[in-house]
């Protein structure tokens, strides 16, 4: 689902496809036409590889799928949408496994579209960078991702967690 999403964005970043469509959505975010298409490309690509889980994602209004799964894929189809309307590279497509019944994140997954670059995480399990190559539509190897011991000095974080998706209680 990310290379195909990602593939998608990468097209319009080169002005392959019209940006000229946006509506600002009641959480005062961004929306495009691109944003919508990128989901509607990945949706079927995620029933077909995890069918039986819950998926929930950021431009639709309900959940699809085997709703009473504790398993729940988010996926945000463009994240980085207001970057990307100025002519921001930097988009990102993310998916997410979240398990409700043991309230722990599974695997997060997100793709950099302009550059093909997909970080991978699971629990337990670390993290890994690889680089997808649009060329020849396939996934090259995998390089484990390290944290390092050097504190932060004189750097900037930057957050971007205001417009998250609703938590159910």
Partial sequence: ALPVSSQYIRDAILGREDLGEYLMKADNTVVTVVDRRSQ?????????????????????????????????????????????????????????????AAREWLAAATMEPATGRLWI????????????DYGEDELGLSSPLHVNAHPLQDGVVLVDVGNGFQRKT
């Fill in 40 to 100: 509607e490309l990945a949706l079927p690509i995620i029933r077909k590889h995890l069918p039986d889980v819950c998926v929930n994602q950021e431009e639709s209004d309900h959940e699809v799928g085997k709703l009473d799964s504790s398993i729940v894929i988010y996926h945000d189809p463009l994240d980085g949408t207001k970057g990307f309307l100025i002519g921001g590279p930097t988009p990102t497509v993310i998916l997410g496994a979240y398990d409700r």
């Fill in 121 to 132: 995480s699971y629990k337990d399990s670390g993290g890994s960078l690889a680089v997808y």
